[in-house]
């Protein structure tokens, strides 16, 4: 998140190691952690915890105290007044290291702007589910229930976590999420059916050709942005008809791919090989820098076109719209909208389930069923079969 006020804490922002498990992040501020196994259920057990306005003598003592505490069998920090604040910071960073930096941002975010500004000075056992509720109540005022609903679900985490730490009960367990304007829950989160995707893709080849290679392979593949955006010519394996995800991009940080696998392979497919030719020669010829880094889709820097960048969503904005007037098309589509695009393909396609979470990249098959948008065809052509099936199709008015 740059250098503003949500970025979250990162461990090379840790630069004072005092004494095995102290760690001093500030003047006068500690991360403690310690662990230790319960007695009682022979299980490890940690506390970690951020700790203001002590010294280091303080600190130690602490450690010492908390590591007796978890050797009796004592419940790990039970008894302690933590606030929502402290208890967030610490529980951002232990999960950091587990996350994607767009997860990352994204819980750095809603803890930062909407989450400890409200509840920060709040000890955690004295939040209650109707200090919830009329947060919630306010935020609906301004945003979408999408938008709130996503901060909930961080707060929920983050309380379940600490109800289990500290002992009490969770304030959040009885809160609901937002109606929202769809039955899935999702208004905006749609594809384009096989004919708009036609549409859309002969509009971009004659208007926007140097785009048309990233839209194709996103709509053919249902690769995520950042891992499209991140492809390398060496990742492209026309001789084995294979592309290799291995790496990914959020706002120009790479890592690896969202999917748990550290690397997939997809399927080259038809005609791909020549599309991914054309685009080459195509950069060829504008002598295009992207070349020179080995990257397929990079776009140029706007502080010196001469250098090559990873291209974001946004670079989008202005185009994306006017091809979808272009192409008659007046759902509200995002570069998102093409992985739900490709996920629904495959159903109609009649893909088997696993071949299309495999191809996906979906950790789960609840996950790819999200990602579908049934359309009214499929549910009349369903109900006509079960009619089929049970003799009333022909008799039937």
Not at 73 to 86: M, P, S
Not at 228 to 248: E, F, G, M, P, Q
Not at 291 to 319: N, Y
């Amino acid at each position: 998140m740059g250098d503003g006020p949500c970025r979250p804490m990162r461990r090379s922002d840790m630069e004072k190691k005092r004494a095995p498990g102290i760690t001093e992040i500030g003047r006068g501020k500690f991360r403690i952690r310690v662990r230790g196994v319960d007695p009682a259920t022979g299980k490890l057990k940690e506390v970690d915890r951020i700790v203001e306005n002590i010294t280091v003598k303080e600190a130690i003592r602490l450690k010492e105290e908390w590591r007796a505490e978890l050797r009796a069998g004592k419940a790990q920090g039970r008894g302690q007044r933590v606030t929502v604040e402290d208890f967030a910071t610490s529980w951002l960073s232990m999960k950091l290291p587990r996350l994607k930096p767009a997860t990352a941002d994204r819980y750095a975010s809603a803890l930062d702007l909407h989450i400890n500004p409200c509840f920060g000075a709040i000890y955690l056992d004295a939040l209650s589910r109707a200090d919830i509720d009329e947060w919630i109540a306010e935020r609906a005022m301004e945003y979408r229930p999408e938008t709130i609903n996503g901060w909930l679900r961080i707060l929920k985490a983050m309380c379940k976590d600490a109800a289990a730490d500290l002992g009490f009960t969770d304030p959040s367990v009885r809160v609901t999420p937002l109606p929202t304007n769809n039955i899935d829950g999702h208004a905006d989160r749609v594809g384009l059916t096989a004919e708009e995707a036609r549409r859309l893709l002969d509009v971009v080849k004659d208007e926007s050709p140097d785009q048309f290679a990233l839209l194709l392979t996103l709509i053919l593949t249902g690769m995520r942005w950042g891992e499209a955006t991140a492809l390398k010519w060496s990742d492209i394996d026309v001789k084995h008809r294979v592309i290799r995800i291995v790496r990914s991009h959020h706002r120009k940080r790479v890592s690896s791919p969202k999917t748990k696998t550290s690397i997939r392979l997809y399927p080259l497919p038809p005609g791909m090989g020549k599309v991914f030719q054309d685009h080459w020669d195509l950069l060829r010829i504008e002598k295009h820098p992207g070349l020179e880094k080995g990257l397929v889709f990079a776009t140029r820097s706007s502080k010196d076109p001469e250098e090559a960048t990873l291209r974001v969503p946004s670079s989008w904005q202005k185009c994306l719209p006017k091809w979808l007037a272009a192409a008659e098309i007046t759902k509200h589509i995002t570069p998102h909208s093409f992985r739900r695009t490709n996920v629904d393909v495959l159903r109609w396609a009649k893909v088997e389930p696993v071949v299309a979470r495999s191809l996906v990249g979906h950790a789960t098959q609840s996950m790819t069923e999200t990602y579908s948008t049934v359309v009214e065809d499929e549910k009349r052509d369903a109900v006509a079969r079960v009619a089929d099936l049970i003799g009333v199709g022909a008799s039937g008015g």
